[in-house]
């Protein structure tokens, strides 16, 4: 049963970077993409961008310019950054798992709140 | 603005049965997969339909799935308290390369 476990920090300024780590235990990492979505408070699921162990990325139009998703296959981890910050980034992040180029499927991290204040 | 569309909210008593749309496009729902999911108050959302109208081990068969042409549509029955939640559906969009949701429907169990 896969487990994925996230972290970073909660609470920025605008401009700033967002970055968030998601690292995965059991099942393989190798297989699948691997998937950021967030969800602002109160609204609905926005899918950023996924990653495969190669580092191919996919990642959406509307924020394509300010998101880069990595990948560490040492440590079975992938990392989310986010430029320019506002307050319309502010949301909680869910790192996931699915097979690329469609939605995610079982296995979500617990979500991080990211707070986007001056 | 989402780019598949549901309804914000649905209702039914205990027992019933209870439908969800998501309706998109021929880039989306019409040449691709949809997955549905349920998000409990608090909680990451929890995959419930995958490939149209497959269940993952564990969910129970009163969940299922369904789509014609551009248009998909979740059917719950035997509902129950437990069922109350935010449903979610998703599906692969060529046209943007991406993942894309719909904005979600909230079930009320009366």
């Known amino acids: 049963q896969v487990q994925l476990q996230q972290w970073g920090a909660g609470l920025l300024k605008p401009s700033e970077t967002l970055s968030l780590t998601c690292a995965v235990y059991?099942?393989?990492?190798?297989?699948?993409?691997w998937i950021w979505i967030r969800q602002p408070p109160g609204k609905g699921l926005e899918w950023i961008g996924e990653?495969?162990?190669?580092?191919?990325?996919n990642y959406n139009p509307s924020l394509k310019s300010r998101v880069t998703i990595s990948v560490d296959t040492s440590k079975n981890q992938f990392s989310l950054k986010l430029t320019s910050l506002t307050a319309a980034d502010t949301a909680v992040y869910y790192c996931a798992r699915g097979v690329g180029r469609h939605p995610p499927g079982r296995g979500w991290g617990q979500g991080t709140l990211v707070t986007v204040s001056s | 603005q989402s780019v598949l569309t549901q309804p914000p909210s649905v209702s039914a008593a205990p027992g019933q049965r209870v439908t969800i749309s998501c309706s998109g496009s021929s880039s989306n729902i019409g040449n691709d997969y949809v997955f549905w999911y349920q998000q409990l108050p608090g909680t990451a959302p929890k995959l419930l339909i995958y490939d149209d109208n497959k269940r993952p081990s564990g969910i129970p068969d009163r969940f299922s799935g369904s789509k014609s042409g551009t248009s998909a549509t979740l059917g719950i029955t035997g509902l129950q308290t437990g069922d109350e939640a935010d449903y979610y559906c998703?599906?692969?969009?060529?046209?943007?390369?991406?993942?894309?949701f719909g904005g979600g429907t909230k079930l009320t169990v009366l």
């Open positions: 998703g599906a692969w969009d060529s046209s943007l390369s991406a993942g894309v």
């Open positions: 059991g099942g393989s990492f190798s297989n699948y993409y």
């Open positions: 990653i495969n162990h190669r580092g191919i990325t």
